[in-house]
């Protein structure tokens, strides 16, 4: 019976870590491009100043893909091989807890000295829920084929965002290092 459950608490663990991981990937592609052909890049402007971001994300963004391509073995060029151009959403998470209610909670009645009518007391008490909000973010980041004018590799993160100023450089930089670990694809010969 030991042994049975092994595997199990494994199982959980492992996907308790995963589901702990802050920034969610995915990455889609052309399975007809040759991705051996590209070798340089250049910036889509067009399709980067419809991204509804503030200017200095943009530039953040553009900074970290940059580095990322330059580190595959790409060449920044006036001639490229590849456009990138970047997309992005958000939405706001609601989250209600309500946490604090049953037999010795805290809270508005009880049966405790001051409960019921007198307010706060010991007891059975309910109180006002706790409400949290967050945005999440998806940051999109796709390679077209420059000559044909074509989508060719889409990767897309989707995470948390801050507007914490000394965390969001980094947060920036791990999005786009986690979405551009997919490319190139690894293709299946």
Request: aromatic share 14%.
């Amino acid at each position: 019976m030991k042994n049975s459950l092994k595997p199990v608490a494994f199982l959980l663990l492992t996907l308790l870590v995963m589901s702990c991981s802050s920034i969610r990937v995915t990455a889609d592609y052309d399975t007809q491009a040759n991705f051996e052909d590209y070798r340089t890049f250049a910036f889509f402007k067009t399709g980067i100043d419809r991204a509804e971001i503030s200017d200095l994300d943009k530039r953040r963004i553009l900074r970290a893909i940059e580095a990322e391509l330059l580190s595959k073995g790409f060449t920044k060029s006036e001639n490229p091989d590849l456009l990138v151009s970047i997309f992005t959403k958000s939405s706001q998470r609601v989250d209600v807890y309500n946490n604090a209610w049953g037999y010795g909670a805290w809270g508005w009645g009880g049966w405790g000295p001051y409960g019921g009518f007198y307010g706060p007391g010991w007891g059975w008490g309910w109180n006002q829920p706790s409400v949290s909000t967050s945005t999440e973010g998806q940051l999109f980041i796709d390679l077209l084929d420059a000559k044909k004018k074509e989508l060719v590799w889409q990767g897309m993160g989707t995470g948390y965002l801050t507007r914490n100023m000394e965390k969001k450089d980094a947060l920036i930089k791990e999005f786009v290092s986690k979405i551009m670990e997919k490319y190139p694809p690894q293709l299946k010969k």
